[in-house]
């Protein structure tokens, strides 16, 4: 029986296009969402390591903070060397070793600990590799995964592979504070390593349903950074914002453990329950999307936002109010609304910035994107274990809120003023009329 073509496959329901997707698609699904499971579970287990180690509940804010900030740190300062990193093995093979290698560097780190070596500075010299592979795994990721979606159907196709990530997310968060809580932090961080050699199997022995494209090179990757942000101020519109919003609710995930501790949830259960509340909002993005579309994409992204930033200043508002069993699981719907409004705002985003970009232009654009938000998220672990640390949890997530509504505004205004030099004909990334 012949595969189904594009125009048939847009046209089935979801089961039915998971279903005729190519075997090899499947295959990298499945993986990811394993690997996912994983990397949620970690991240509770080397933030209760984290905490466990400070002297007091408010100050494990700063010693997560911390750890944080030299992880995103690292992999924002290795992000523009990706293509050198891949230049010998290529696109495929690099992000096997990258996955091979996080594998080895979990496990000694587990190792170690188990042989008595103290889990904070442990996770402190971890940190380093961990965040270069991270920098460098993004963009690699990024590339392999395009190459095991079918051209047809090819957008849905990614889309759905997103989707399993996050499902293993929303898994990986209750469950893997669950076995931090029952079996202990080491047991969760060696699943965690052991999860990424199913990803780099896959791509090492399930050929791709087509080449990847290398890793553009730059020959001086900052200056390139530097001429994407002087290209248009529509693309310096998008990566304030970018590093805006990151700063802001970036970190959240990460400082889940302390922010739970400081409400006065301390199982490691209840942080995961918030984090895969987290991940289910993402999962909703799909269908919040299509009813925020808007002609004016400023309008589309600073509803998305606004929605966002509105679901923070409520979390402020219950992590006040409530206590106990009623404000976990308040908490925990808002937060399904608070990420489906922002991963919404981000998609919307991300597709403004590829509009506004030459084609020439779209990848250096998209990088300095994304290093924007890596750099937002070093810094906002700061920003939230000092407001953790000496304010609180209530007075964290409201100063934040009133941050995301300042930005929302900041970026109606920025957005609303390039759409009237684009319809004026003045946009800078239009071309120039031609003399008379």
């Not at 125009?7 to 190519?22: D, H, K, M, N, V």
């Not at 990151?246 to 959240?252: H, Q, S, T, V, Y």
């Not at 999962?283 to 936002?305: E, F, G």
């Not at 000092?386 to 100063?399: P, R």
Request: glycine share 10%; hydrophobic share 55%.
């Amino acid at each position: 029986m012949a595969a189904p073509d594009g125009q048939e496959l847009e046209s089935l329901g979801t089961r039915q296009f998971i279903q005729a997707l190519p075997r090899e698609t499947k295959l990298f699904m499945a993986v990811a969402a394993v690997s996912q499971v994983g990397s949620t579970g970690s991240l509770l287990a080397i933030t209760t390591i984290a905490a466990d180690a400070a002297p007091t509940t408010r100050q494990a804010a700063n010693y997560t903070s911390a750890l944080f900030f030299v992880m995103f740190g690292v992999a924002a300062l290795a992000m523009p060397y990706t293509a050198l990193v891949s230049r010998r093995l290529g696109v495929l093979k690099s992000f096997a070793a990258i996955q091979v290698a996080a594998c080895l560097l979990w496990l000694a780190v587990a190792g170690l600990i188990a042989l008595g070596a103290p889990g904070y500075p442990v996770l402190l010299g971890a940190a380093v590799l961990a965040g270069a592979l991270r920098g460098w795994g993004m963009t690699l990721g990024q590339l392999s995964l395009s190459c095991y979606a079918p051209t047809a159907g090819r957008a849905r196709s990614i889309a759905l592979m997103s989707s399993s990530q996050g499902l293993g997310a929303v898994i990986g968060g209750p469950v893997g504070g669950l076995l931090v809580d029952l079996a202990g932090p080491l047991a969760v961080i060696v699943f965690n390593a052991l999860s990424f050699l199913p990803v780099a199997w896959v791509v090492l022995a399930v050929v791709p349903l087509r080449a990847p494209k290398s890793a553009r090179m730059q020959e001086k990757p900052w200056r390139a950074i530097w001429a994407s942000m002087r290209s248009s101020s529509a693309i310096r519109g998008a990566v304030v914002v970018a590093v805006g919003s990151a700063l802001m609710i970036g970190p959240l995930s990460q400082m889940m453990v302390p922010l739970a501790r400081d409400l006065g949830h301390n199982l490691a259960l209840h942080a995961g329950i918030l984090i895969g509340a987290l991940a289910a909002g993402n999962l909703l993005a799909p269908v919040l999307l299509p009813r925020l579309q808007h002609s004016i994409r400023a309008v589309s992204t600073a509803k998305a936002y606004t929605i966002a930033a509105g679901a923070m200043v409520c979390v402020s508002l219950f992590a006040y109010l409530l206590d106990g069993g009623a404000e976990l699981v308040t908490l925990g719907l808002v937060f399904i609304v608070f990420a489906a409004g922002s991963t919404t705002g981000r998609s919307f985003l991300v597709d403004f910035v590829e509009i506004e970009s030459a084609e020439e232009e779209r990848t250096r654009n998209l990088s300095t994107y994304f290093l924007a938000i890596m750099v937002g998220v070093t810094l906002g672990s700061l920003v939230w274990g000092q407001l953790l640390s000496s304010a609180g949890g209530f007075v964290t997530l409201l100063s934040l809120s009133i941050g995301m509504l300042l930005m929302t505004v900041y970026y109606w205004r920025s957005l609303l003023r390039s759409a009237r030099e684009a319809e004026a004909g003045n946009s800078p990334s239009s071309p120039p009329p031609p003399e008379r």
